[in-house]
Every structure is written in structure tokens, then in C-alpha cells.
Nanobody, 123 residues
Framework: QLQASGGGLVRAGGSLRLSCTTS????????MGWFRQAPGKEREFVAF????????IYADSVKGRFTISRENAKNAVYLQMNSLKPADTAVYYC??????????????????WGQGTLVTVSS
């Protein structure tokens, strides 16, 4: 089970740090991603990090504002979100990428998902 936390209500321009942890299954050997889903919209890719943090990938909409990182010793993945905008309002999900997939932006590439944490950015 993956658990996402750290969401909340913040004003535009503010920051939040999301965390994703697991109490059981390890993901230290897997790439990890963050996705988000706004009301009435499809789930969309936000960021991805390889198992060793050597490569990070971002959606154009968050590039330069969000930073994904991880601490394998703690089985944790983070999403630092700065300069938040109302358009960033969504439920944010962390997910583990399938071991045999190379793509990172599709939800199909991920097999385990957290329950989501709500981020609300007010104008």
C-alpha cells in the first residue's frame, strides 16, 4: 500500500510538500510517479523519478515549479510544489511504475497507487 500525504489548502504562490510512503511493499528498486486528477478531468502525469534518482521527468505545466525526490532508505518519495496556482488544485496520487515498462507519463505504466491527497490552491 502506498500512502500519499501532505495535501491541504494554500493560497496561490504558496508551497506544499507531498510525501508518499509505504508500510509494506518496498519500491526502492522502482521508478515512481506523481499524478493528479482535478474534478471532472482525467488523471494526468505530473512527475517521475527513476529508482536511483538519476532521471526526473516533469509535465510542462509544472516544470520549474515542482521537484520530485526520493529517499530509498525511508521508502519515501516527495513532491515539492512551489509557486502554486489555482490550476494545480487536484487530488494528487503517487504510484509505482511497473518494472518492465519504460514509459513514464501513462497511467497504464503503473501498478500500485496511493489513495491520493487533496491539494486546493485558492486565488
Amino acid at each position: 500500500q502506498l500512502q500519499a500525504s501532505g495535501g491541504g489548502l494554500v493560497r496561490a504562490g504558496g508551497s506544499l510538500r507531498l510525501s508518499c510512503t509505504t508500510s509494506g511493499r518496498t519500491f526502492s528498486n522502482y521508478g515512481m510517479g506523481w499524478f493528479r486528477q482535478a474534478p471532472g478531468k482525467e488523471r494526468e502525469f505530473v512527475a517521475f523519478i527513476t529508482w536511483n534518482a538519476a532521471i526526473t521527468i516533469y509535465a510542462d505545466s509544472v516544470k520549474g515549479r515542482f521537484t520530485i525526490s526520493r529517499e530509498n532508505a525511508k521508502n519515501a518519495v516527495y513532491l515539492q510544489m512551489n509557486s502554486l496556482k489555482p490550476a494545480d488544485t487536484a487530488v494528487y496520487y503517487c504510484a509505482r511504475r511497473r518494472a518492465d515498462w519504460s514509459t513514464s507519463r501513462s497511467t497504464l505504466a503503473y501498478d500500485y497507487w496511493g489513495q491520493g491527497t487533496l491539494v486546493t490552491v485558492s486565488s
